[in-house]
């Protein structure tokens, strides 16, 4: 961490969240109910693998089999192509025989010499149809990576992120294994976002099993469930700011924890565990001791205002815990946190 900077957390409001599930670290599980798919057309897709085989014949096999896997729910979806940009199936209700003959339309031929990608652009060019979709909203991009015209495509996807926060992209790979750059590309997009999840193309065309996982994961297919769900309910406080080596709490950002100090009043049989955690910078050591210094801080504040000792735990877990990626600095931002986990 660089001394002298504050070491924020994300937010200015105290969020009540309800989460389903056996832990906190899988409370809550992130289901679309849109779904996009952007396919590059571009001349490199049209080119033959290191295996001898069409990437785009590969592509359109996958997202065909894709399609005859996702589960019946009531989603808005669209396929979208790229390098040029072309709708072919607009924002809509999805119909899963209406997207397959979208998908077979794809063309299975084009000239490969002069169509360069302009993946950034590509990306870019979603943004009226995300526009038009509320909730949770999943890309499926599928490419090679061969990116070589228009702005970068991982600065890009960063910005779609910042504009549609319930975004999340999904990566098929057809990157030949010798194409460092079109890898990078396409793993710096994935490494954005931990929701997101990259497969490699080829290889889930020839596994079934991987292929229906990868809807699983993507779609939420419904899982066996052996018993009853488990309540569980956090607080998130957000808005706090630490010095760098500092756990008093400023001031200024008194107004967020006085509606914890609310919720706890107005219930005096909740009991809850104070979580500190911290970003990927710095030492492991340092980061448990701010984290616990943080969690502390909160919990001096409680006890000062009148919450019993007894409800109140704490503990911190330095930089273990991460929620977003440590790589960036809007998903450090995000790890700089303090949640309160009810625990009775």
């Known amino acids: 961490m660089r001394r002298g900077k504050a070491l924020s957390i994300i937010g200015f409001v105290l969020a009540l969240a309800f989460m389903v599930g056996a832990g906190f670290a899988e409370a809550r599980e992130r289901c679309p109910e849109n779904f996009v798919f952007l396919v590059d ?9 290191e295996n001898k085989e069409l990437k785009m014949g590969v592509a359109k096999q996958v997202l065909l089999e894709i399609n005859d896997l996702i589960p019946q729910a009531d989603y808005n979806s669209a396929l979208q192509l790229m390098a040029p940009v072309r709708e072919v199936y607009p924002p809509a209700r999805y119909d899963r025989s209406e997207m397959g003959r979208a998908l077979k339309s794809i063309k299975d031929e084009q000239e490969i010499f002069g169509r360069l990608t302009p993946m950034g652009p590509g990306i870019m060019s979603l943004d009226p149809v995300l526009a038009r979709m509320r909730g949770n909203t999943d890309i499926i991009l599928v490419s090679d ?10 600065g890009e996807a960063r910005a779609l992120y910042s504009k549609y926060p319930d975004v999340c992209i999904h990566i098929i ?14 793993q710096a997009i ?3 976002n931990t929701c997101s999840i990259m497969v490699d193309g080829f290889a889930l065309a020839k596994d079934q099993a991987a292929l229906a996982q990868f809807v699983a994961d993507v779609f939420c297919t419904p899982k066996k469930v052996e018993k009853p769900a488990v309540k569980e309910e956090v607080l998130i406080l957000r808005g706090i700011q ?8 400023k001031p200024e950002w008194s107004v967020v924890l006085q509606e914890g100090v609310q919720i706890l009043q107005k219930r005096p049989n909740m009991k809850v565990i104070i979580e500190g955690h911290c970003d990927g910078m710095g030492s492991i050591e340092y980061n448990q001791r701010l984290s616990e210094r943080r969690a502390r801080a909160v919990y001096d504040y409680f006890v ?3 919450i019993k000792p007894y409800r109140l735990q704490t503990i911190g ?3 273990s815990r991460p929620k977003a990626d440590n790589t960036t600095e809007e998903g450090r931002a995000i790890n700089r946190r303090v949640e309160l986990k009810v625990v009775d």
Request: aromatic letters at 10%.
């Open 242 to 249: 630490f010095d760098f080596d500092k756990y008093d709490i």
């Open 41 to 49: 057309q571009s001349g490199s897709m049209y080119m033959h693998s």
């Open 145 to 154: 990576g061969m990116a070589n015209l228009g702005p970068d495509p991982v």
């Open 190 to 192: 994935n490494r954005m």
């Open 173 to 186: 790979s057809l990157a030949d294994a010798g194409d460092t750059k079109g890898k990078a590309i396409l």
């Open 304 to 306: 000062a205002r009148g």
């Open 317 to 319: 877990y330095g930089k």
